[in-house]
């Protein structure tokens, strides 16, 4: 089993930061994705960014770029996504993916319950 667990969403005034962390435990051999998507209220979910954990290639929605940024901590199977002059239009429930090979050598999607982001004045 593969557990995800985001924490760091809040509420934060336009042009205000948040820290949003996913951090990876269980049965894990290696993560090869995470990915941060979120979900508004009468929208689709969709995908904001993308870090490979092997090449250390991100990508950016278009909106997040020169924004958002990732930063890992491989000891803790952690990814971090620094948001930064957030938005009105940044507010949904941000949900951590994980592209996660166990030890069993599966390979897998998992994803985290979500955290809200709010962004309001």
């Known amino acids: 089993q593969v557990q995800l667990v985001e924490s760091g969403g809040g509420l934060v005034q336009p042009g205000g930061s948040l820290r949003l962390s996913c951090a990876a435990s269980?049965?894990?051999?290696?993560?090869?994705?995470i990915n941060w998507y979120r979900q508004g209220v009468g929208v689709q979910r969709e995908l904001v960014a993308n870090i490979s954990l092997r090449s250390g290639i991100t990508n950016y929605e278009d909106s997040a770029k020169g924004r958002f940024t990732f930063s890992r901590d491989n000891a803790k199977n952690t990814v971090y996504l620094q948001m930064n002059s957030l938005k009105f239009e940044d507010t949904a429930v941000y949900y951590c993916?994980?592209?996660?090979?166990?030890?069993?050598?599966?390979?897998?999607?998992?994803w985290g319950q979500g955290t809200q982001v709010t962004v309001s004045s």
């Open positions: 269980g049965s894990i051999l290696s993560i090869n994705d």
């Open positions: 993916n994980a592209i996660v090979k166990n030890e069993l050598g599966y390979t897998g999607s998992y």
